[in-house]
């Protein structure tokens, strides 16, 4: 069982800067897609930014500049800097994997959702 568990949401003020987690744990082999999605009511899910494992990276219109995703794959870990935060970015933040695990073959987890607020 893959397990992704995100932290680091809150509030903050309008260019204000925010870090977010996400720890993969479980019986993992790979993970050669890590991204953040975010949603807001009534609205679809979208996607922020993915990282692969190539090292290619990419990045909503809306967030770039302001957002960095990286990733540590010893800690199997993801993490979204942002930065110049707008209260459009007011949110619950996702993280998303692609996984292929010891005994089984590529599946997509999401995680439990972090809130994010930026108020103006």
């Known amino acids: 069982q893959v397990r992704l568990v995100e932290s680091g949401g809150g509030l903050v003020q309008s260019g204000g800067s925010l870090r977010l987690s996400c720890a993969a744990s479980?019986?993992?082999?790979?993970?050669?897609?890590m991204r953040w999605y975010r949603q807001t009511p009534g609205k679809e899910r979208e996607l922020v930014a993915g990282t692969y494992s190539g090292g290619s990276a990419n990045y909503a219109d809306s967030v770039k500049g302001r957002f960095t995703i990286s990733r540590d794959n010893a800690k199997k870990t993801v993490y979204l800097q942002m930065n110049s935060l707008k209260p459009e970015d007011t949110a619950v933040y996702y993280c998303n994997a692609a996984v292929v695990g010891e005994t089984t073959p590529l599946n997509e987890y999401w995680g439990q959702g972090t809130g994010v607020t930026v108020s103006s």
């Open positions: 479980g019986r993992i082999f790979s993970m050669p897609a």
